[in-house]
């Protein structure tokens, strides 16, 4: 590169101490922006324990660059694409500054986000990107975007000899919906209805971590039986999440009656979620200040539907795991390193087959989860498809458990506590970040709010950021392990492309 | 070996809908209905503490409900409990957008005689093997566990005759959710034209049918009717699975049964159901078969 680049020390610092402080340990939480006048801010999380810290700097109009972040932290090169796109502020020295989920015509406007203005019109460019072909031999399989079953959309470009995968491309934009944008100009009360919608086969996490963010910011504590509400219905969602990635192992996998089992097992735990909640994915529950209802049925209901469904999951799943045919196809595919994982900053079930521990519910408890015996998992450092999996079975088996004690609480609490949600103050201001454990993994929130509207809201769920870690995920695999490793993350692309 | 028994084990548990009634289906809140009139009042139908997706609409002291808007948040029902009410019963799908918005005022008895007669024309070639292709176009990710529901044991569409399947050009029908995501779209399109004729377009949740809370955005085009020919409407944020069922059933004209029993016309003006509607027989677990 023979240009060189000049940037103001605040850039510069800026950059130096986020490096510092990955560097020092820290976890990459994510890199967001907003607009701002005449210039867009940028703002770092870092995660460390039981501290999230952020820094932010100005990068103004007239210079709209900023040195790359990824050059050490590979986490950081999805959102500086994703940064790209939206704003069109680049990352200098990114070795590849594609677009991630908005691949614009150049010279069209962008959407800005934050800026509250229309940009004008968004001219978007389908033409297939370049294919990275190495080789005498090698050729391309487009997977999707319109896959074979009943999936979202999304376009991986497998580049192989024959069997063996080679090299991974991924292109999440097609299913881009602009989201974001849509949150801007609406209150509290409407945009956690959106929040469910942003990822939604994780409503509720996604719901709770919009609604702390308000309520930080409002300084509102939500009442005891609210938080053990929002623990019951988001370990529900858990349980249904991860019985899908079963569900999705069985059926690559080719075992018939295993998946005939799992899909009744979630088919069960969709039901009593909508018996919870009038909602199969536990929607219109979780609001700002605290939940909207009571769960809608008995403790002994309660109980008696948790004992059955956890009795059948527990049998299938010894059962499952006993099978050679299936265990075989897991045991080794689909390797992520530790090392690999820590770099990446790796969340959720994904993180936590490989050595990365980081749980939101644990290292910063929301909710009642701080009130609730929730243990941490066994450390797994194999790193393949059968440690992902494991680390999802045994994390069922914590969620039934916290399931029993948060309804045991609320038994307890019965009548001695208003359930309604506590108000907020109409015409808050200011901005905060929120956080759950989503069944993914964490998922943040950057809510910003002028006068009780929201200006700017940047969601982030653990889908947008283990997906960035997907291509090395292929280590030594063939063609037949993609569908078990793809199971295996359990991202919801709606989640990444937002 | 061991699964045969494990898959044994539980009996039957699969419903016997269209052929009977569900008692699953009335259980569950599908859908909104208008109850009594009220005067015009922009504290429900516009304003920011409103119905979130502008789905209610009054003139003249009559509310209008667009259940293709509609995301079932139930805020008009706390707002205003004597005018709208949460009913019960999966049958909401319609053959005509304007049939989506309750009460009716408007005749369209016409309208919709045509779009039956046309539909059940394409059906009838189909007859009872029908193969769907089902397609993302900018969903939330709810929808593909609904549909993929479909094949679980206690729906098991199978029995029905109907298939998923991965080529285009073996599928019949097809079931499109999401949003209308701009770079979904020609994907879109060319899956429809790869599909022989005759073919049918089902769009799945008020997303495919409107865009829902997320509406026209840079990325968004609020719908799907504006890209492929849709045949029939499946309202849902998401649909359920009986819901999806339903709409199925309808577009290949099998709910003959179904258009005799007042059960299934949900649609219809909700107070010639008193009170919540009656659910049906109930099962032990899985809609009024339960286990054998």
Same mark, same amino acid.
Request: aromatic letters at 6%; charged letters at 20%; a negative charge.
């Given at each position: 590169?023979?240009?060189?680049?000049?940037?103001?020390?605040?850039?510069?610092?800026?950059?130096?101490?986020?490096?510092?402080?990955?560097?020092?340990?820290?976890?990459?939480?994510?890199?967001?922006?907003?607009?701002?006048?005449?210039?867009?801010? /940028?703002?770092?999380?870092?995660?460390?324990?039981?501290?999230?810290?952020?820094?932010?700097?100005?990068?103004?109009?007239? /210079?709209?660059?900023?040195?790359?972040?990824?050059?050490?932290?590979?986490?950081?090169?999805?959102?500086?694409?994703?940064?790209?796109?939206?704003?069109?502020?680049?990352? &200098?020295?990114?070795?590849?500054?594609?677009?991630?989920?908005?691949?614009?015509?150049?010279?069209?406007?962008?959407?800005?986000?934050?800026?509250?203005?229309?940009?004008?019109?968004?001219?978007?460019?389908?033409?297939?990107?370049?294919?990275?072909?190495?080789?005498?031999?090698?050729?391309?399989?487009?997977?999707?975007?319109?896959?074979?079953?009943?999936?979202?959309?999304?376009?991986?470009?497998?580049?192989?000899?024959?069997?063996?995968?080679?090299?991974?491309?991924?292109?999440?934009?097609?299913?881009?919906?602009?989201?974001?944008?849509?949150?801007?100009?609406?209150?509290?009360?409407?945009?956690?209805?959106?929040?469910?919608?942003?990822?939604?086969?994780?409503?509720?996490?996604?719901?709770?971590?919009?609604?702390?963010?308000?309520?930080?910011?409002?300084?509102?504590? &939500?009442?005891?039986?609210?938080?053990?509400?929002?623990?019951?219905?988001?370990?529900?969602?858990?349980? !249904?999440?991860?019985?899908?990635?079963?569900?999705?192992?069985?059926?690559?996998?080719? =075992?018939?009656?295993?998946?005939?089992?799992?899909? /009744?097992?979630?088919?069960?735990?969709?039901?009593?979620? !909508?018996?919870?909640?009038?909602?199969?994915?536990?929607?219109?529950?979780?609001?700002?200040?605290?939940?909207?209802?009571?769960?809608?049925?008995?403790?002994?209901?309660?109980?008696?539907?948790?004992?059955?469904?956890?009795?059948?999951?527990?049998?299938?799943?010894?059962?499952?795991?006993?099978?050679?045919?299936?265990?075989?196809?897991?045991?080794?595919?689909?390797?992520?390193?530790?090392?690999?994982?820590?770099?990446?900053?790796?969340?959720?079930?994904?993180?936590?087959?490989?050595?990365?521990?980081?749980?939101?519910?644990?290292?910063?408890?929301?909710?009642?989860?701080?009130?609730?015996?929730?243990?941490?998992?066994?450390?797994?450092?194999?790193?393949?498809?059968?440690?992902?999996?494991?680390?999802?079975?045994?994390?069922?088996?914590?969620?039934?458990?916290?399931?029993?004690?948060? &309804?045991?609480?609320?038994?307890?609490?019965?009548?001695?506590?208003?359930?309604?949600?506590?108000?907020?103050?109409?015409?808050?201001?200011?901005?905060?970040?929120?956080?759950?454990?989503?069944?993914?993994?964490?998922?943040?929130?950057?809510? =910003?709010?002028?006068?009780?509207?929201?200006?700017?809201?940047?969601?982030?769920?653990?889908?947008?950021?283990? /997906?960035?870690?997907?291509?090395?995920?292929?280590?030594?695999?063939?063609?037949?392990?993609?569908?078990?490793?793809?199971?295996?993350?359990?991202?919801?692309?709606?989640?990444?492309?937002? | 070996?061991?699964?045969?028994?494990?898959?044994?084990?539980?009996?039957?548990?699969?419903?016997?809908?269209?052929?009977?009634?569900?008692?699953?289906?009335?259980?569950?809140?599908?859908?909104?209905?208008?109850?009594?009139?009220?005067?015009?009042?922009?504290?429900?139908?516009?304003?920011?503490?409103? +119905?979130?997706?502008?789905?209610?609409?009054? *003139?003249?002291?009559?509310?209008?409900?667009?259940?293709?808007? +509609?995301?079932? +948040?139930?805020?008009?029902?706390?707002?205003?409990?004597?005018?709208?009410?949460?009913?019960?019963?999966?049958?909401?799908?319609?053959?005509?957008?304007?049939?989506?918005?309750?009460?009716?005022?408007?005749?369209?008895?016409?309208?919709?005689?045509?779009?039956?007669?046309?539909?059940?024309?394409?059906?009838?070639?189909?007859?009872?093997?029908?193969?769907?292709?089902?397609?993302?176009?900018?969903?939330?990710?709810?929808?593909?566990?609904?549909?993929?529901?479909?094949?679980?044991?206690?729906?098991?569409?199978?029995?029905?005759?109907?298939?998923?399947?991965?080529?285009?050009?073996?599928?019949?029908?097809?079931?499109?959710?999401?949003?209308?995501?701009?770079?979904?779209?020609?994907? *879109?399109?060319?899956?429809?034209?790869?599909?022989?004729?005759?073919?049918?377009?089902?769009?799945?949740?008020?997303?495919?049918?409107?865009?829902?809370?997320?509406?026209?955005?840079?990325?968004?085009?609020?719908?799907?009717?504006?890209?492929?020919?849709?045949?029939?409407?499946?309202?849902?944020?998401?649909?359920?699975?009986?819901?999806? *069922?339903?709409?199925?059933?309808?577009? *290949?004209?099998?709910?003959?049964?179904?258009?005799?029993?007042?059960?299934?016309?949900?649609?219809?003006?909700?107070?010639?159901?008193?009170?919540?509607?009656?659910?049906?027989?109930?099962?032990?677990?899985?809609?009024?078969?339960?286990?054998?």
């Amino acid at each position: 590169m023979s240009e060189t680049f000049v940037f103001s020390d605040e850039v510069t610092g800026f950059a130096r101490r986020v490096s510092e402080g990955v560097r020092r340990g820290a976890r990459f939480g994510g890199l967001f922006a907003a607009r701002e006048q005449s210039a867009t801010r /940028l703002l770092a999380v870092l995660e460390d324990g039981a501290t999230i810290s952020t820094d932010s700097v100005l990068i103004p109009d007239s /210079l709209p660059q900023y040195p790359a972040l990824s050059l050490e932290i590979p986490a950081a090169a999805w959102y500086e694409r994703e940064i790209h796109d939206i704003f069109g502020i680049e990352a &200098i020295g990114l070795r590849r500054l594609d677009p991630l989920v908005l691949p614009v015509v150049t010279g069209s406007s962008r959407p800005q986000s934050g800026s509250g203005t229309n940009t004008g019109p968004i001219e978007i460019d389908l033409s297939p990107l370049s294919t990275h072909l190495r080789g005498e031999g090698v050729f391309t399989i487009p997977y999707g975007p319109v896959r074979s079953g009943v999936f979202e959309s999304i376009e991986y470009l497998v580049e192989t000899p024959g069997e063996d995968i080679l090299h991974l491309r991924t292109r999440v934009f097609h299913k881009h919906r602009g989201i974001e944008a849509r949150f801007e100009g609406m209150g509290p009360v409407d945009g956690v209805l959106l929040a469910e919608r942003y990822e939604g086969v994780a409503s509720v996490a996604h719901a709770i971590a919009f609604c702390s963010a308000v309520e930080q910011l409002a300084g509102v504590e &939500i009442p005891a039986s609210a938080g053990l509400s929002r623990v019951l219905h988001a370990e529900l969602e858990r349980i !249904a999440n991860h019985l899908e990635s079963v569900i999705r192992h069985t059926e690559a996998a080719g =075992q018939a009656v295993a998946y005939a089992r799992f899909t /009744l097992h979630k088919e069960r735990v969709q039901r009593l979620r !909508a018996a919870l909640s009038g909602s199969r994915f536990g929607r219109g529950v979780v609001v700002p200040g605290g939940v909207s209802m009571p769960p809608g049925l008995s403790t002994s209901e309660m109980f008696s539907s948790i004992d059955e469904i956890e009795a059948g999951v527990r049998a299938d799943l010894r059962l499952l795991m006993a099978t050679p045919s299936f265990g075989d196809r897991l045991r080794g595919t689909g390797i992520v390193s530790p090392e690999v994982a820590r770099r990446f900053g790796a969340l959720g079930p994904v993180g936590r087959g490989s050595g990365q521990m980081a749980d939101a519910r644990i290292d910063r408890p929301y909710a009642a989860y701080g009130t609730l015996g929730l243990r941490a998992i066994e450390h797994r450092l194999q790193g393949d498809a059968l440690a992902r999996q494991r680390a999802r079975m045994e994390e069922m088996e914590v969620s039934f458990h916290i399931i029993r004690q948060a &309804i045991d609480r609320m038994e307890q609490l019965h009548g001695r506590e208003l359930l309604s949600a506590v108000p907020i103050d109409p015409n808050l201001s200011g901005h905060s970040i929120g956080w759950a454990e989503a069944p993914q993994g964490e998922v943040l929130y950057v809510v =910003q709010l002028n006068e009780g509207r929201l200006t700017r809201v940047k969601p982030r769920s653990a889908s947008f950021h283990n /997906l960035a870690m997907f291509q090395a995920a292929f280590p030594k695999d063939v063609l037949t392990d993609f569908a078990f490793i793809e199971a295996s993350f359990g991202v919801s692309i709606a989640g990444v492309a937002g | 070996m061991p699964w045969i028994p494990r898959g044994l084990s539980e009996g039957v548990l699969t419903s016997r809908y269209p052929r009977r009634a569900d008692g699953y289906g009335p259980a569950f809140r599908a859908s909104i209905s208008v109850i009594a009139p009220a005067e015009a009042s922009t504290h429900i139908e516009g304003s920011a503490e409103g +119905c979130p997706t502008g789905a209610i609409t009054i *003139l003249d002291d009559q509310p209008q409900i667009d259940r293709g808007k +509609c995301i079932l +948040c139930g805020r008009c029902t706390e707002l205003r409990p004597d005018v709208f009410r949460f009913d019960p019963g999966f049958e909401t799908a319609g053959l005509l957008r304007e049939a989506l918005v309750v009460p009716q005022i408007a005749e369209n008895d016409e309208a919709l005689r045509l779009a039956r007669a046309e539909l059940g024309r394409r059906a009838r070639a189909l007859r009872k093997s029908v193969h769907i292709r089902h397609i993302d176009v900018g969903s939330d990710g709810s929808e593909e566990w609904e549909v993929a529901a479909l094949t679980n044991p206690v729906y098991d569409v199978h029995r029905l005759g109907i298939f998923f399947t991965a080529s285009p050009r073996h599928a019949d029908l097809l079931l499109a959710t999401g949003v209308g995501a701009a770079g979904m779209l020609d994907a *879109l399109k060319q899956t429809y034209q790869a599909m022989p004729e005759p073919k049918i377009v089902i769009a799945a949740g008020v997303d495919a049918i409107s865009g829902g809370l997320l509406g026209r955005g840079y990325a968004s085009q609020g719908g799907l009717a504006t890209t492929v020919p849709v045949d029939v409407f499946v309202p849902g944020s998401p649909p359920s699975p009986f819901g999806l *069922l339903y709409g199925i059933l309808l577009a *290949l004209g099998q709910l003959s049964t179904a258009d005799r029993n007042p059960r299934y016309r949900s649609w219809e003006p909700s107070d010639k159901y008193p009170g919540v509607a009656d659910p049906g027989p109930r099962s032990e677990e899985f809609g009024d078969e339960g286990r054998t």
